[in-house]
């Protein structure tokens, strides 16, 4: 019988501890010991843990808590709404503090009461955010003129290619030559020919070039009327598409499979992808290195076997941008965070020379530029100067709150008319649909 | 009737016991279930949706939403999907469960290592429906294990693209929850089959009935309950099929959205926040599953029926 | 076992030689058959194994046969990763699934017995309405379960995947079919007769009758609660409560720009450790009482 008692005691406790463990951690502690940031992976996380965290400006006692949701599918803005629009009844240490998002939604965030000013209520100064690029204020800009969330990076796009391959096809891995011989599309299209002639793919997939069309719209996704527009850069991406998937210039791959970025690996046979600075940091280059638990360097799978060139046509994909979420109590670590990491012109210049990203200081990347940066995956080119004039130019003009949305259904929808599973007609229907089931205030 | 009387009257002080053993149960299910469900009702007279953060409505539009789930005309071409999904999955399950349940408890072929078997046969019903459908999208995928196989063994020359084609997308799809669900079909059924007195057996072999004939007149009525059982619930999984389709196709149920589901379809609504659409669906969800349930119910059940008013 | 050997011994009489043929022959095709299957089930888990000791470069290059080297390089860069509580995500899944398990066999069969041997005014209603929403899908009610679930302020705890499992309509099916065939009930009358109470004969003589359906019920259901990913994504939000399947699904996307296939492989390995001691427990437990459980027959 005493033994008995002994397990029934034993089990009490454990069942006791692992709900005494979930009580702990929802009882509210003292204001603002918990600073509570909403994000999709751990890009900004370990920019944030680099800079600021590990330089000591975390106050003692307080803890980071990452909130990672994925974000492909909208899981991320579905989990962050149902956090703001409960913000007011969480206790405080619940609460949102900081979020991220992306060009592909910000609009919606920025348009919305449960984002904090950038200037009125976190205490940026205008002389703060003047060495920002204009393009990533524009996004971030309401419809009242309020700035709602600034960014540490730009993000010009250009085309990163294989120099082995562009020496096997051009006959010089040279980004002058190589450059000037992909300055437009059409020539584009030829080389791809010449690619595919040698048994190389031109690009990986569908997908790889949308950014490029997509970003260069005429008209914004949706009219002031709520109707869906297919705007003719689009048509051109499928046309395109299409072309290339019948000519067997592209690997047919979808973005971001294991299949896209195997294009990349030692033994791939993909020219070159479409992207900006972060998606060569991000995700391209981890895809080349053999080890992935050996340094990245030169050797290492076909790092460092990559040039650099504007392309046919300039554009620029993504961006994260920063948030002050309404209710926090931790406004002044928002502001902490937002000056160290976005307006720090040290810091940004840090960042883009340890992570080959393209910060959002005007000056400090034109410093950059004239510097003797080396860029050791692209085989030491100096990829912000590259980049630097493209980055003047973007203009967002035409970026909508239904962005991602359309992107991921158009692609999907479109998918099965590249494969030849669907007609035309078809493909457009189903992209109607899919939409429609995402955005119900919408029409065809 | 009579038999009624008979029993109320034995045990009339008793008769109270059963709400106390059944209230747990009732408590549970009005707070977390019904409640839940009559709202799910309840939300599909109403336009109610979010846009970015703004809510639109709640608005009463009577049946409105009924009207758009109709005409959008998908409804039916999800509902024949989620069919074609369950019924290839299906045949092949109950036919690897009969035969293997058979197999494991015949006593004339006294098999070495049944016990290795079925622990083998259970294990696909062990892995996660995600974690199993991520497994197969990578085995499956254009660079992926198996046509990297089939190439190095050189039995094909370019990939095949499973997840680009309809059949072989549903192939892969009914092919998972075969593999996921034979296993326990197959418990489920030599339950049954173990629980049937073997002197029955014994009495028909003895009378010159053919292994054939035992099978068809003994073991399959004296199984008919539990078969029903695996009938009904499998009917029900394959209506609520979601994790494997959703995960296999990245949520989007291509090719040309032949392996969008019901649920999935669902899904896509609850996802957008659009209660009122969501809950018009999740009604017509619910009769869909309603009617052959009854169906099967009521065909399987007529000689099980009998057994069960006895007491 | 004895009839058995009787019944062996007449057929033996009957027709000799060409039977005992047949028979090896049948044999040795359900071997095959068996071998096919098992082969079949295997698959899936031998490339688990394989793949889990594979860099994620050496993944995307080829297919392998054989393991390689670098399972516990895969297994560290798991556990060392911050945004992955695996062993808490190990810890929790347990925890939910064990007391799931526990929960629903217990009161299904409690439910199934009042209805099963009570003969109170509102059975038949009672029956009738659990196997009307036995057929009601899970997912039909969920946006308002989760509204609920919000204003009783449960968000991020355990109760909303736990107590709901007490109301299982199709454990019950089961459970109600099991006693239909096995419980006596002049077992339960017999007990009257020597003074038990209602609620003590069920714990202490049904309970004990029905352990092959408790048994079979139990796996089933911690299978299931294990790989519950639709309600719980939705349920919890802190990073150490969250379970197994959360996990999987977020190192798969939330970096899925730069995902390592080598730590999902070793993942769902981690992952389906559990289950497999849990299985392997029960299934000897359930293979035992399968025939004693057959007392009626």
Redo the contacts between chains.
């Keep these: 019988m005493k033994k008995f008692a002994l397990v029934l005691t034993v089990l009490a406790l454990c069942v006791s501890f692992a709900f005494a463990q979930g009580a702990a951690e929802a009882a509210p502690a003292a204001q603002g010991k918990v600073f509570n940031i909403y994000c999709w992976n751990n890009e900004f996380q370990v920019r944030f843990e680099k800079y600021f965290q590990e330089a000591g400006l975390v106050p003692e006692g307080v803890t980071v808590n990452w909130v990672v949701t994925p974000n492909?599918?909208?899981n991320y803005q579905?989990k962050l709404?149902e956090a703001?629009?409960s913000q007011d009844s969480k206790p405080a240490d619940e609460k949102v503090d900081m979020f991220l998002v992306e060009a592909d939604y910000a609009l919606?965030?920025v348009?919305?009461?449960?984002t904090l000013a950038v200037v009125n209520d976190i205490g940026l100064t205008e002389a703060d955010i003047a060495g920002q690029y204009k393009y990533t204020k524009d996004i971030m800009t309401d419809s009242t003129g309020v700035l709602r969330g600034v960014s540490w990076q730009a993000c010009p796009g250009a085309f990163i290619y294989r120099r082995s391959i562009a020496k096997a096809v051009l006959g010089s891995d040279d980004p002058a030559v190589v450059g000037a011989a992909l300055d437009s599309w059409d020539k584009f299209d030829a080389v791809a020919a010449e690619a595919k002639a040698k048994g190389y793919f031109m690009l990986s997939g569908f997908d790889d070039d949308f950014r490029v069309f997509s970003d260069n719209m005429e008209g914004s996704w949706v009219d002031a009327n709520d109707k869906i527009v297919i705007d003719p850069s689009i048509e051109k991406w499928i046309d395109q598409t299409k072309t290339y998937t019948d000519k067997g210039y592209n690997n047919?791959?979808n973005l971001w499979?294991?299949?896209s970025f195997?294009g990349a690996a030692i033994g791939g046979k993909v020219f070159g992808y479409f992207g900006p600075s972060w998606f060569q940091d991000f995700c391209l280059a981890p895809a080349t290195l053999a080890d992935a638990n050996a340094p990245a360097a030169v050797g290492n799978g076909s790092y460092g076997d990559w040039g650099l060139v504007m392309g046919p046509q300039g554009f620029s994909w993504g961006g994260t941008w920063i948030c002050g979420a309404k209710g926090s109590d931790n406004i002044e670590l928002v502001k902490a965070v937002m000056e160290k990491l976005t307006c720090d012109s040290a810091t940004l210049k840090a960042i883009a020379q340890d992570f080959g990203d393209f910060t959002n200081n005007e000056k400090a990347m034109e410093e950059l530029a004239n510097s003797d940066l080396s860029n050791a995956f692209l085989g030491g080119q100096n990829h912000i100067a590259i980049l630097l004039d493209s980055a003047k130019s973007i203009s967002r003009d035409n970026i909508s709150?239904y962005d991602q949305g359309m992107t991921e259904k158009i692609q999907?929808a479109f998918?099965?008319y590249f494969?030849g599973?669907?007609t035309k007609d078809?493909a457009y229907a189903?992209f109607y649909?899919?939409i429609i089931?995402?955005?119900?205030?919408l029409s065809k | 009737m009579k038999q009624?009387n008979l029993?109320?009257r034995k045990?009339v002080s008793?008769?109270?016991?059963?709400?106390?053993?059944?209230a747990?149960?009732?408590v549970?299910?009005i707070?977390?279930?019904l409640?839940?469900?009559?709202?799910?009702f309840y939300?599909s007279f109403f336009e109610t949706?979010?846009?970015?953060?703004k809510q639109?409505g709640p608005n009463f539009v009577g049946l409105e939403n009924y009207k758009t789930v109709l005409t959008?005309g998908?409804l039916p071409k999800y509902t024949a999907n989620t069919f074609i999904l369950w019924i290839m999955g299906f045949i092949p399950q109950m036919l690897?469960a009969v035969?293997?349940s058979l197999?494991f408890t015949s006593?004339?072929?006294n098999?070495k290592g049944k016990?290795?078997?079925?622990?083998?046969?259970?294990?696909?019903?062990?892995?996660?429906?995600?974690?199993?459908s991520?497994?197969?999208f990578?085995?499956f995928?254009?660079?992926?294990?198996?046509n990297?196989?089939m190439l190095?063994f050189g039995w094909i020359d370019e990939p095949i693209?499973y997840f680009?084609?309809?059949g072989t997308t549903r192939g892969l799809i009914a092919t998972m929850n075969t593999?996921m669900w034979f296993?326990?079909t197959t418990?489920?059924l030599?339950?049954g089959i173990?629980?049937?007195?073997?002197?029955l057996f014994?009495a028909s072999?003895?009378d010159g009935a053919s292994t054939w004939q035992i099978f068809w007149k003994v073991t399959i009525p004296l199984i008919a309950?539990?078969m029903a059982?695996v009938l009904?619930?499998s009917l029900?999984g394959g209506?609520?099929m979601?994790?494997v389709p959703q995960i296999l196709t990245?949520?989007?149920g291509?090719?040309?959205?032949t392996s969008t589901t019901l649920?999935m379809?669902?899904?896509?609504?609850?996802?957008?926040k659009?209660?009122g659409?969501?809950?018009a669906v999740?009604v017509f969800?619910?009769f869909i599953?309603?009617i052959p349930?009854i169906i099967v119910?009521k065909f399987t059940m007529r000689g099980y029926g009998k057994?069960?008013g006895r007491? | 076992m004895n009839?058995?050997a009787n019944?062996?011994k007449?057929?033996k009489t009957v027709g000799p030689t060409g039977d005992s043929i047949k028979?090896n022959l049948?044999?040795a095709l359900?071997?095959v058959?068996?071998v096919l299957?098992?082969v079949?089930?295997?698959f899936?888990?031998v490339?688990?194994i394989i793949?889990s000791t594979r860099l994620h470069s050496e993944l995307?290059s080829?297919?392998?046969l054989v393991p390689g080297s670098h399972f516990f390089q895969n297994l560290k860069n798991v556990l060392t990763d911050t945004n992955i509580p695996l062993l808490n995500g190990l810890r929790n899944s347990v925890f939910i699934a064990a007391l799931t398990a526990i929960l629903t066999t217990y009161?299904?069969a409690?439910?199934a017995?009042?209805?099963?041997?009570?003969?109170?005014?509102?059975?038949n209603f009672?029956f009738s309405f659990?196997?009307f929403?036995?057929?009601?899908?899970?997912?039909?009610?969920?946006?308002?379960?989760l509204?609920?679930v919000d204003k009783m302020h449960m968000m991020n705890t355990y109760w909303?995947l736990i107590?709901?499992s007490?109301?299982a309509p199709?454990v019950?099916?089961?459970m109600k079919?099991y006693m239909?065939?096995?419980v006596p009930?002049e077992m339960v009358e017999a007990a009257?007769v020597d003074g038990s109470n209602?609620?003590m004969t069920?714990n202490r003589i049904v309970l004990p009758v029905i352990k092959?359906a408790l048994a079979?019920q139990g796996i089933?259901s911690f299978?299931s609660s294990?790989?519950n990913?639709?309600i719980p994504v939705l349920v919890i939000n802190s990073k150490n409560k969250k379970t197994?399947?959360i996990l999987?699904?977020e190192l798969?996307s939330a970096d899925y720009m730069k995902f390592d296939?080598a730590k999902?492989y070793i993942m769902?390995f981690v992952?389906?450790i559990p289950?497999?001691v849990v299985?392997?427990f029960l299934?000897?437990f359930?293979?035992e009482n399968?025939?004693l459980?057959?007392v009626k027959?």
């Design positions: 492909q599918g909208m579905d709404d703001l629009l919606k965030y348009d919305s009461p449960y047919k791959a499979s294991t299949e195997a709150a999907a998918a099965d494969n599973i669907v078809q189903n649909t899919s089931e995402k955005y119900p205030n | 009624g029993i109320r045990s008793y008769a109270k016991w059963g709400y106390f053993f059944i747990p149960f009732f549970i299910y707070v977390f279930q409640i839940p469900l009559i709202s799910t939300n949706y979010r846009v970015g953060l639109i959008g998908n690897f035969i293997l197999i006593s004339r072929l098999l016990q290795f078997f079925k622990t083998v046969m259970y294990m696909p019903n062990l892995i996660m429906a995600s974690a199993f991520m497994l197969f990578a085995l995928s254009d660079g992926g294990p198996v990297n196989m190095q693209r680009a084609y309809t593999m296993g326990n418990i489920l030599m339950a173990m629980g049937i007195d073997s002197s014994e072999r003895i309950p539990i059982y009904v619930t029900i209506i609520q979601f994790d990245n949520a989007e291509r090719p040309d959205r649920i379809y669902l899904n896509n609504h609850l996802f957008s659009n209660y659409l969501g809950g999740s969800i619910f599953t309603l349930s119910y057994k069960g007491r | 009839s058995n019944l062996r007449i057929r028979l049948m044999r359900v071997y058959f068996l299957i098992a079949f089930c295997l899936p888990f490339i688990l793949n995307l080829k297919f392998y009161f299904s409690m439910t017995f009042g209805i099963f041997m009570y003969d109170f005014k509102l059975r009672a659990i196997m929403i036995l057929m009601v899908p899970t997912q039909v009610s969920a946006l308002g379960f509204r609920l909303p107590l709901p007490i109301a199709s019950f099916f089961y079919q239909d065939s096995v009930k009257r209602e609620f069920f092959p079979v089933f299978v294990w790989n990913y639709f197994i399947p999987i699904a798969r296939l999902i769902i992952a389906i289950l497999i299985y392997l299934s000897r359930i293979l399968l025939t459980g057959s027959g």
